[in-house]
């Protein structure tokens, strides 16, 4: 009985995230193309970096990333701080999301894809990700 439930819980997991996936796809394609241009991405992103930063100083501390998992926010700021001061800046946030463009564009045709989207954000290191870049 309990290995059906832990079965179940884990394919429910799996299709909540797939659901989540596919929303957010939508939202990023702001002109229903059914791909997501550069440029939509970076906007999105751009839209995630101005709600996490919440005293609009520019850059996320610590404590801005602290509603996150404590290991989602060290791996957030491996990523993506790369001057290592602590702090995300705009540019650093920009930066990050522009590499992940390039790793999720699997054939380089300059756009994501459905595909491309499912399958890059399966590989990426946690749920929370899938909100952020
Ligand atoms: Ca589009
Ligand atoms: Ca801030
Ligand atoms: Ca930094």
Redesign the pocket.
């Known amino acids: 009985m309990k290995k059906i439930s832990a079965v179940l819980m884990i394919m429910f997991f799996a299709a909540s995230l797939a659901y989540a996936a596919d929303d957010i796809f939508s939202n990023i394609?702001?002109?229903?193309?059914?791909?997501?241009?550069k440029k939509?991405y970076l906007d999105a992103v751009a839209g995630t970096f101005d709600k996490l930063d919440k005293n609009h100083d520019g850059s996320l501390t610590h404590d801005e990333l602290s509603h996150m998992d404590k290991k989602d926010s060290e791996m957030l700021l491996k990523e993506t701080d790369t001057d290592n001061d602590g702090k995300i800046l705009k540019k650093e946030f920009k930066q990050a999301a522009k590499k992940r463009f390039s790793t999720l564009d699997k054939n380089k045709s300059g756009?994501i894809d459905k595909t491309e989207w499912a399958s890059g954000r399966s590989e990426l290191y946690s749920p929370f990700t899938l909100f952020t870049l």
Request: aromatic share 10%; proline share 0%; no cysteine.
């Open positions: 394609d702001k002109n229903i193309d059914g791909k997501i241009s939509e756009y």
